[in-house]
């Protein structure tokens, strides 16, 4: 039981009901909000570690309550979204959410969703420079990657892109925001450009490139590089 504040900001009254049982049974402290103004103010006043978060509200929608915590906060964002909404979700990814279920959504999936993200951000540490994926090893200092204890070579874009993922493992990047860090603003709509860098790293880390195990694809949105915890 780990007592971890969550705020649940959600106009719809079953599925704050829903979300507050399913939170509060496993041990979660759970504070819940009906529209965007409201949610805003109790994430000012209560602090919570992790916040999920509607899109669809009246008042506030969520992109724009989004946009304002990030203005204050780092806290970890989940949103929700209703199918169809993919652009939504893109545009919730570029302003910070860190990671998003579509309605309706396995609560199982979403406690897992939970419990990585505040993994995540209980061992943040910004001087961490080795990362473990598997048998992969990353030393972001060094600039060496090994596979089964095997060094693997790696162009300056192919590492660029593989530190890109080790600073926020288990998070949903879009396509953008990785084309961005990576190739810079020129290159934001060059999606192609990205998978075929995506590939080779799958060649070159992965057992089986056809069904990557760590370098996860979201359909429609990015890619997450999957910590394996």
């Known amino acids: 039981m780990s007592g971890e504040r969550i705020l649940v900001i959600d106009d719809e009254a079953p599925i704050r009901r829903a979300l507050r049982i399913a939170l509060s049974g496993h041990g979660y402290n759970v504070e819940t909000a009906d529209d965007g103004e409201d949610g805003l103010v109790r994430a000012a006043s ?93 030393d ?30 288990d998070r949903v990047l879009t396509h953008r925001h990785l084309l961005e860090r990576v190739w810079g603003g020129y290159a934001a709509d060059n999606a192609q450009q990205l998978r075929v860098y995506i590939g080779y790293l799958r060649r070159k880390l992965e057992d089986d490139p056809a069904d990557p195990q760590f370098i996860l694809t979201e359909p429609g949105i990015g890619y997450r590089l999957r910590s394996g915890e």
């Open 140 to 169: 972001l200092s060094r600039r060496i990657v090994t596979k089964g204890g095997e060094e693997v070579h790696l162009t300056p874009t192919e590492f660029s892109l593989l530190a890109t993922f080790c600073a926020e493992p």
């Open 46 to 138: 209560w602090s919570p570690r992790l916040i999920v978060l509607d899109l669809m509200m009246p008042k506030i929608d969520g992109l724009q309550v989004l946009q304002d915590l990030r203005g204050w906060t780092d806290v970890p964002v989940l949103v929700l979204s209703a199918r169809g909404q993919e652009r939504d979700k893109v545009r919730a990814l570029d302003l910070g959410a860190d990671d998003y279920l579509t309605k309706p959504f396995g609560m199982d999936e979403l406690l897992a969703r939970v419990r990585a993200l505040l993994r995540r951000q209980g061992a943040a540490d910004a001087a961490e420079t080795t990362h473990r994926f598997g048998d992969v090893v990353i």
